[in-house]
């Protein structure tokens, strides 16, 4: 069987298909578990920052601020407004616009950027040419 | 035939910034440069133009003592109008644009653009109000109103002509209106000879300089009035000074420094030029002539 000529030749050797396949499979497989990696990343940092900014909210001094007197004042004409600041006050978060009216003692900061000198050059004299005709002739004779 | 003859160059001219704007390059790709140098004098002008309602000027004279952001170069302008009104004890003043719209010379002399100023605007004898801050942004004091008239004329002239010899030309020069600066290379030889026109006759030359590296500004009290329009008389200073001479020229490192010198020479005279060792010329109504002694070290 081996040198039989009536029998078609037996195929070229290949590669190790075998390896091949199994090379592709684990390719196939790493985006998976890249992805897996990542997401459980992503949802471990999320977590971790999510409860610093929470501890960090907790210890930021904000009573005073939820208890300007806009939702108690507002509550007065309108009871949508009062549910408004009850809530805020509750979840020491007030809307920017119901304190600004009556917080008079707090002037906006602003900051106004360094102010800079610009360098000039000083004014030194100019180098005398030679020529006094030519093409490149030009004429000075103010704003014309 | 020298060298300097049969050195390839090319030149092109445009009316920009209300004056015949002519660039001239030898070397390099000198066409293209030629171009691109007439293009950066057209975006200056719109940056710098009374006339042009949403430059960086007309934006600051507009902003009643608030700071606005404007581009670095117009940044480096200021700063050029605050050394040089410093430097010229005042001979030289940007904030004299009210008294020059009270005069009448609100219409552009190439097209009817006009300028506006507020009414409230007057004659700043001290810049120390003027605010440049880090990030970009120019503070005038209120009702101060800039023009950049001629400094801006000769700091374009500056900016283009550095901008070309770093494209790679071999030497340049940049003629705004008279206001003209010529730059080379370190291994050139090549110059510029400049005629200088009669303030009385434009068709007479009163003398020929010639400059390798820096430049020559020429100013003469009418030039703010050509065919029937515009001003008689267009040089003021915060002091009611009068000109004591029809035209001046300045020759000095950079072309934005010889103008504002120009403004010291005809208000008041060119002893203090030549101490700084600046070089400058005049010419009365009388068509006299007075000259620095350096001046001479120029004519051809």
Sequence with gaps: MMNDPLLPPPPPPTNSPTKSTMTNKRTAKKPARSAKILVTGLSATAVLGMASGYALAGEAPSPEIANTNVGNTNAAQDGQVQSQGNSSVAGNTIAPSATAPTDTSVAPVVTNPPVIEVPVPQATPATPGNSNSGWQQQQSSGSR | ?300
């Design chain 2, 1 to 300: 035939m020298n060298a300097t003859t049969l050195t390839l160059g090319t030149r092109q001219h445009r009316t920009l910034m209300g004056v015949r704007c002519e660039v001239s390059v030898v070397g390099g790709h000198a066409f293209a440069l030629v171009e691109e140098g007439l293009q950066m004098v057209a975006d200056l002008e719109q940056l710098w133009s009374r006339f042009i309602p949403t430059s960086d000027i007309c934006r600051m004279n507009a902003a009643n003592g608030n700071s606005v952001w404007v581009e670095p170069r117009t940044i480096a302008l200021v700063g050029h109008m605050v050394a040089a009104h410093a430097a010229t004890h005042g001979a030289f003043n940007p904030t004299l644009l009210p008294v020059l719209t009270a005069a009448g010379d609100t219409r552009s002399l190439i097209d009817d653009k006009t300028s506006f100023v507020n009414e409230d605007a007057h004659v700043f004898p001290c810049l120390d109000g003027i605010r440049i801050y880090a990030d970009n942004t120019v503070q005038l004091p209120l009702h101060m109103a800039l023009d950049a008239g001629g400094i801006g004329k000769g700091l374009a002239a500056d900016l283009v002509a550095e901008h070309l010899l770093s494209r790679g030309a071999e030497s340049v020069c940049v003629n705004l209106g008279g206001d003209i600066r010529v730059s080379r290379q370190m291994n050139s030889s090549h110059d510029w000879p400049i005629q200088i026109m009669s303030p009385t006759n434009p068709q007479t030359t009163v003398c020929t300089i010639s400059l390798a590296e820096g430049a020559v500004a020429t100013s003469h009290i009418n030039a703010r009035q050509r065919d029937g329009h515009g001003i008689e008389q267009h040089i003021a200073s915060a002091t009611n000074e009068l000109p004591t001479v029809r035209a001046a020229s300045v020759i000095a490192s950079s072309a934005s420094w010889a103008e504002a010198w120009t403004k010291y020479a005809i208000l008041r005279d060119i002893k203090l030029i030549e101490s700084t060792g600046l070089a400058a010329m005049t010419i009365d109504s009388d068509d006299n002539i007075a000259e620095t002694s350096t001046w001479k070290e120029f004519v051809r």
